[in-house]
């Protein structure tokens, strides 16, 4: 079964702090993403990585980075937390190939930016 | 510019009786949709999916219906139970590593 592990479940910083949010996964897959769910506004991508190294934006990147260095972790930056980052944070990870892979979900990390 | 949609931001069913969950997309690039099941204070896990090739995809009591005439698909639930209530997002893939969601539905099944 595939494990998508979330360093943390709650965290809870600052504004202007930065903020490293982990997340590892157990299947060797190829492809990682980084979502953020919002009440009326569903799961919005943030980032995506299809290698190690490798990064795409999402849909919303503004304020986040990323960092693959190694094929399992997948961190997501928040360089200078704002309020508006208050989110819950969703990684995922998909087998290469072709689309119809499904994404398998860690449990999210829930960011309180104070 | 909402690309897939979820109109119904909730839905109670009785216990036993059908459940059905309305998705609408705009891009008919659209090739592979997917259903997730999320419960609280856990991540989206996997329910079913369908290739645009095809028009309906079976397992065990969810069903799910593509239209793409219509755009239009749909996740039926027989019979429904209580443990099935969650929210329930559906996901469009146009080729790409990338899902775009909806903003889902929160079922509830009444014992």
């Known amino acids: 079964d595939v494990k998508v592990t979330q360093s943390s479940r709650y965290l809870v910083k600052r504004t202007g702090e930065k903020v490293f949010l982990e997340c590892v996964q157990d299947?060797?897959?190829?492809?990682m993403f980084w979502y953020r769910q919002d009440p009326g506004l569903g799961l919005r991508l943030i980032y995506f990585?299809?290698?190690?190294?490798?990064?795409e934006k999402g849909d919303i990147p503004e304020g986040y980075s990323v960092s693959r260095e190694k094929k399992e972790r997948f961190s997501l930056i928040l360089e200078s937390a704002s309020t508006n980052q208050t989110s819950m944070y969703l990684c995922?990870?998909?087998?290469?190939?072709?689309?119809?892979?499904?994404?398998?979900f860690g449990d999210g990390t829930r960011l309180s930016i104070l | 510019d909402q690309q897939v949609k979820q109109n119904s931001p909730s839905l109670s069913v009785q216990e036993g009786r059908i459940s059905i969950l309305n998705c609408d997309y705009t891009?008919?690039?659209?090739?592979?949709f997917l259903w997730y099941k999320k419960y609280p204070a856990e991540g989206p896990t996997f329910l079913i999916s369908?290739?645009?090739?095809?028009d309906k995809n079976e397992d065990g009591r969810f069903t799910v219906f593509l239209n793409k005439s219509a755009k239009h698909l749909s996740l039926h639930i027989v019979p429904s139970q209580p443990g099935d209530s969650a929210v329930y997002f559906c996901?469009?893939?146009?080729?790409?590593?990338?899902?775009?969601f909806g903003t889902g539905t929160r079922l509830k099944v009444l014992a």
């Open positions: 891009n008919s690039m659209f090739d592979y």
């Open positions: 299947m060797d897959h190829e492809n």
């Open positions: 369908i290739s645009s090739i095809k």
């Open positions: 995922a990870s998909s087998r290469e190939g072709h689309s119809w892979q499904p994404q398998h």
């Open positions: 990585s299809y290698d190690v190294k490798m990064k």
């Open positions: 996901a469009a893939s146009g080729g790409t590593y990338k899902y775009i």
